[in-house]
């Protein structure tokens, strides 16, 4: 029940998947496995799959760290968003991209759980979609180091505190990739 009007139909986001962000991150290969999986069924159904790219000083547009990983592969008629800030709607071009396919819900998946991931999340739930995380469908590194807690008890965190958001209008949730539908009235 999006607060956007006219916008009934949902999209897939796949943010961030690449090499150099992936690079050791939590239960990857089963995340690339539910996001192809997701991938799938998105196309099977005629959901557009929007893809979001990310760079930065540290993650250098056009280096093998910034390309996609090899497992997931975007048609070419499938949206590609580039962006520089975690929150994938800030100073890009999405909001324009899912208005002109009628999006007013999101399926989230992808890279840093922490960062990019949480950023989108609020971002789209503050700008009016529906967001549903797939809670199996989204990683991040080990920065335990810099005092974060365990990958494994970030993603649980994100998956448990998504479940339970909701705003005016708006809807949110976190479901598993076997729960994922693209309709909210399908969803366990």
Same mark, same amino acid.
């Given at each position: 029940?999006?607060?956007? &009007?006219? +916008? *009934?139909?949902?999209?897939?986001? %796949?943010?961030?998947?690449q090499?150099?962000? %992936?690079?050791? #991150?939590?239960n990857?290969?089963? %995340?690339? #496995?539910?996001?192809?999986?997701? !991938?799938?069924?998105? +196309?099977?159904? @005629? !959901? *557009? !799959?929007?893809?979001?790219? /990310?760079?930065?000083?540290?993650?250098?547009? @056009? &280096?093998? @760290?910034?390309?996609?990983? *090899?497992?997931?592969?975007?048609?070419?008629?499938? *949206?590609?968003? /580039?962006?520089?800030?975690g929150?994938?709607?800030? $100073?890009?071009?999405?909001?324009?991209?899912?208005?002109? /396919?009628?999006?007013?819900?999101?399926? %989230?998946?992808? #890279?840093?759980?922490?960062?990019?991931?949480?950023?989108?999340?609020?971002?789209?739930?503050v700008?009016?979609?529906?967001?549903?995380? !797939?809670g199996?469908?989204?990683?991040?590194?080990?920065?335990?180091?810099?005092?974060?807690? #365990?990958?494994?008890?970030?993603? $649980?965190?994100?998956?448990?505190?998504?479940?339970?958001? &909701?705003a005016?209008?708006?809807t949110? @949730?976190t479901?598993?990739?076997?729960?994922? $539908?693209?309709? $909210?009235?399908?969803?366990?």
């Amino acid at each position: 029940m999006t607060t956007l &009007s006219d +916008r *009934p139909n949902s999209a897939l986001l %796949v943010i961030d998947v690449q090499n150099q962000v %992936v690079d050791g #991150a939590h239960n990857r290969d089963e %995340v690339l #496995a539910n996001i192809n999986t997701l !991938v799938d069924k998105a +196309r099977a159904e @005629g !959901v *557009p !799959v929007v893809w979001v790219q /990310h760079s930065s000083d540290e993650l250098k547009s @056009g &280096s093998e @760290g910034w390309e996609y990983v *090899p497992e997931l592969v975007r048609r070419d008629s499938e *949206p590609l968003v /580039h962006k520089k800030y975690g929150d994938s709607f800030e $100073a890009t071009e999405l909001e324009d991209v899912l208005a002109e /396919h009628g999006v007013g819900r999101l399926v %989230v998946t992808g #890279a840093q759980t922490d960062a990019c991931v949480r950023s989108t999340l609020h971002g789209g739930l503050v700008r009016g979609y529906d967001v549903t995380l !797939v809670g199996d469908a989204h990683t991040t590194q080990d920065l335990t180091k810099y005092g974060a807690p #365990a990958p494994a008890e970030v993603i $649980a965190h994100t998956n448990l505190y998504w479940q339970y958001q &909701s705003a005016p209008g708006r809807t949110a @949730g976190t479901v598993s990739t076997s729960e994922a $539908a693209f309709t $909210a009235a399908e969803e366990g």
